[in-house]
């Protein structure tokens, strides 16, 4: 009796993590191709208003790397590998939103 629960919540474990790949990939891939269509309202414009230095560098570069990372967890392919960056990159949007850490003064 144990081993057929056991497989039940196994196999409801992978189908969980299936679709919370497809989902966190889906957002990132679409964001970072956001950033390049509206790149005033998403890209380097926002970048250069919420004060992340080097904005017209970082922007595309964390473009790239939600494109990137984001259709690697899609397919399937180096997914703890491709949630490195997307660690960092959450987190630093995060910190920004939180604290104001990357504000420049007298910018």
Do not use: Y
């Not at 904005?55 to 397919?75: D, N, S």
């Not at 997307?86 to 990357?102: E, W, Y």
């Amino acid at each position: 009796m144990t081993s057929d629960t056991d497989a039940i919540w196994v196999n409801r474990a992978k189908k969980a993590i299936l679709l919370i790949r497809i989902l966190v990939g889906w957002v990132f891939l679409s964001e970072g191709i956001q950033k390049f269509l509206f790149p005033e309202a998403l890209g380097v414009g926002r970048f250069t208003k919420i004060g992340i230095p080097l904005p017209q560098l970082m922007a595309p570069f964390v473009g790239v790397t939600e494109i990137i990372c984001g259709a690697l967890l899609l397919a399937g392919l180096f997914t703890r590998l491709a949630c490195v960056p997307l660690l960092i990159d959450i987190c630093v949007a995060l910190c920004d939103r939180n604290s104001g850490r990357f504000r420049l003064v007298g910018v």
